[in-house]
C-alpha cells in the first residue's frame, strides 16, 4: 500500500517560490516502475499536470510546457521522498497541488495543500 | 499536446440509472493509455479504470469502460448514492506528460 504525504505552506506572496514536499511510504522514490508526478487543479484550470520525476538507470524529469521556465522536481533519496519548486509565482499559481505515483494510471495520491498566493 | 473534450459538462440522473460518459481525444490516444477518475468534494481523484477498459483494484464491477483511438465511453450500470461525483479522464502517454478531460458531473435529479 502506497501512501503520500505532502506538506508545506499554504500562503505564498506573488514573486516568492512556492515548495512542496511528497514523503512516499511503500514504495522507492528510486522505483524503475513508477513516475512521481504534480499536478494542481483549480476551477479555472481544472486538473493541470505540472511535471514528474523517475529513475530509470538515472534520473529524469519532465514538466508541462506552460510553467516549464519555472519548475523543478527533484527526488530526495535519502529521505524517499520527492519535491516541487515553482518560481515568479503569482495569483494565477494559487490552486489545490497534488502528488501522485504515476504508472498505469495514477492508484496513489497525495491528500492535496490548498496553495494560495496571496500578499 | 493531446486536449481530451468530455461530453456532457452534467448528467442529471436518479439512483439506479445508467450513466454513459465520453472522452474524446484530439488525437489518437497510443497505446489505450487513457484512465477514468471519480472525485468527490475535497477529495484527490481516485483511479477507476486504467488502460482504457481495465478495473483498478477495489472498483465495483458496476464500473465498466471502453474505446480505444479518440473515442473513450465509461458506463456506470445501476447509479448507486456514492456514485454522485466528478468524472474526469486522463491519457498518460509518457510524452509530453498527462492531460485530463475538464470533467463530467454526474449530480441527482
Known amino acids: 500500500q502506497v501512501q503520500l504525504q505532502q506538506s508545506g505552506p499554504g500562503l505564498v506572496k506573488p514573486s516568492q517560490t512556492l515548495s512542496l514536499t511528497c514523503a512516499i511510504s511503500?514504495?522507492?522514490?528510486?522505483?524503475?516502475?513508477?513516475?512521481w508526478n504534480w499536478i494542481r487543479q483549480s476551477p479555472s484550470r481544472g486538473l493541470e499536470w505540472l511535471g514528474r520525476?523517475?529513475?530509470?538507470?538515472?534520473?529524469?524529469?519532465d514538466y508541462a510546457a506552460s510553467v516549464k521556465s519555472r519548475i523543478t522536481i527533484n527526488p530526495d533519496t535519502s529521505k524517499n521522498q520527492f519535491s516541487l519548486q515553482l518560481n515568479s509565482v503569482t495569483p494565477e499559481d494559487t490552486a489545490v497541488y497534488f502528488c501522485?505515483?504515476?504508472?498505469?494510471?495514477?492508484?496513489?495520491w497525495g491528500q492535496g495543500t490548498l496553495v494560495t498566493v496571496s500578499s | 499536446e493531446i486536449v481530451l473534450t468530455q461530453s456532457p459538462d452534467t448528467l442529471s440522473l436518479s439512483p439506479g440509472d445508467r450513466a454513459t460518459l465520453s472522452c474524446r481525444a484530439s488525437?489518437?490516444?497510443?497505446?489505450?493509455?487513457l484512465a477514468w477518475y471519480q472525485q468527490t468534494p475535497g477529495q484527490a481523484p481516485r483511479l477507476l479504470i486504467y488502460?482504457?477498459?481495465s478495473r483498478a483494484s477495489g472498483v465495483p464491477d458496476r464500473f465498466s469502460a471502453s474505446g480505444s483511438g479518440t473515442d473513450f465511453t465509461l458506463t456506470i450500470s445501476r447509479l448507486e448514492p456514492e456514485d454522485f461525483a466528478v468524472y474526469y479522464c486522463?491519457?498518460?502517454?509518457?510524452?509530453?506528460?498527462?492531460?485530463f478531460g475538464q470533467g463530467t458531473k454526474v449530480e441527482i435529479k
Open positions: 501522485a505515483r504515476g504508472g498505469t494510471g495514477a492508484r496513489d
Open positions: 511503500g514504495d522507492s522514490v528510486s522505483s524503475s516502475s513508477a513516475a
Open positions: 520525476t523517475y529513475y530509470r538507470s538515472k534520473w529524469y524529469n
Open positions: 488525437q489518437s490516444v497510443t497505446g489505450g493509455f
Open positions: 488502460a482504457a477498459s
Open positions: 486522463q491519457q498518460y502517454d509518457n510524452s509530453p506528460g498527462w492531460t
